[in-house]
């Protein structure tokens, strides 16, 4: 809840605790175990930089974030903990959400030229090895090169297509393109067109300045994407997410440090972003993690265990909120220890212990001070959200995206000439000439009233006639 110019977040018996606006783009972290109240966490930020006026990006994997539209209820469960942290002004209210979903059914459509996209993450999409991700890198620069632009999945196939028939122009430059790796990439982008992937790449492309919009009432834009069925997907979910961090790193301008973020990231199942990424990636992950904060962009991580995420993010998140972990084997109350050790420790009580029996709704908070230092951990209760939890018809779904000033905007897909209609040009060109040749041979021939099959041997044996 934003009070005072700053983010409650939690409260105790004896103090409340707050994110403080101007490092709030020194990024976060919750986790905790399933059930623990990562997601109402997640939430209670979220209400509160809208609040703030800073728009918002999260996925909703579950389908119960949708609720931010609505105002929230004084349910008893919800009053019971408001009076057991002494919270008596509590207004229920809905925010500003816009809905996207990149299959286009429960929210504005999500899209970007493949070339966009570039080889690295699409690679990943298509679970490709590093010599198929290094003949997809030749496609792209030989499409450059020609002005072929890949806008979508057909262009790609064609180019493929194209340069693995002309490969023995391109070996001496760039290397072999073998056809086995061709074959590779095209059964790639088959299966991934049957997993719904062609949606996403194609135009009109969305414009990422679109997040960073605010109500008439100076309320930042929470916008959601509608999850549920790109999270079955755990592949293109991430690489999806790695895509907008990626874009939003490239296209916003430095801006050095704000009173508060233009805007707060949160990746849900973050674990699923680091799992088998490439070294390489890693690398570029870090580098963005450590230097969007420049440009004003706050990163939040949601994951089961501070583990899920690399040491090297790890260091760069300083606002943490940790819910109750479970540990039944050594390794475990191992990891136990050593995410008790992060924190700065609170000589009134056992952080590992306390960790292991933190109930529903508490957790274990360690905000940046004005200093930009980790203040002491503190156990305390989360405040609930202010607006209703769970999911919404989808009546009022459709009425929220109809009432959208996006409305009509990104909703009918452009499909103008691209690399397809180029090539498919120079194609069908090469083959009417090579007609045009062939019936000039037979008319050459026919001049001459020589079949169009004598041999070698026939037409000496005419000379010396």
Sequence with gaps: MYV??????????KEELYIVPDKANRHGLITGASGSGKTITLKVMAESFSSMGVPVFLADVKGDLAGTAMPGEASEKVMERLKSIGIEEFPFKGFPVVFW???????????TPLQNVGASILSR??????????????????????????????????????????SKEY?????????QSVGTIQRALLKLEEEGGDYFFGEPEI?????????????????ILHAVEL????????????????AIFEKFPEVGDLEKPKMVFFFDEAHLLFDELPSYMLTQVVQIVKLIRSKG?????????????????????????????????????????????????????????????????????????????????EKATILPPQSMMGAIDDSVRLLVISRSEFRGKYDEEVDRESAYEIISAEMEEKRRQEEEEEREEVRHWEERNWPKDTCCLSLVCLWWA
């Design 231 to 246: 999270f079955k997907k755990p592949t293109l979910y991430a690489t999806f997410l790695l895509w907008i961090l990626n």
């Design 171 to 179: 070996t001496i430059e760039y290397g072999n393109v073998a056809a």
């Design 125 to 166: 999409m298509l679970g490709l090895n590093d010599v198929q991700e290094g003949v997809l890198a030749i496609v792209f620069k030989i499409a450059k090169e020609n002005n072929y632009e890949i806008i979508d999945i057909k262009d790609l196939r064609l180019v493929l297509q194209y340069v693995a028939e002309n």
């Design 207 to 223: 414009d990422i300045n679109d997040f960073l919009k605010t109500n008439d009432a100076g309320l930042g834009n929470i916008n």
């Design 4 to 13: 005072d110019g700053k983010i409650l977040i939690g409260k105790n018996a």
């Design 297 to 377: 962009i706050g990163l939040y991580f949601i994951s089961q265990s501070p583990n899920d995420v690399p040491a090297e993010i790890l260091a760069q998140l300083g606002n943490k909120v940790q819910h109750t972990l479970r540990a039944y084997t050594p390794a475990e109350q191992k990891g136990i220890k050593a995410i008790a050790d992060s924190f700065r420790s609170n000589p009134e009580f056992n952080t590992e212990q306390e960790i292991l029996g933190l109930g529903t709704g508490e957790a274990l908070i360690s905000f940046l001070n004005e200093k930009g230092e980790p203040n002491i951990v």
């Design 101 to 111: 979903d990149v299959f286009e059914r429960d929210g504005h459509p999500i899209r």
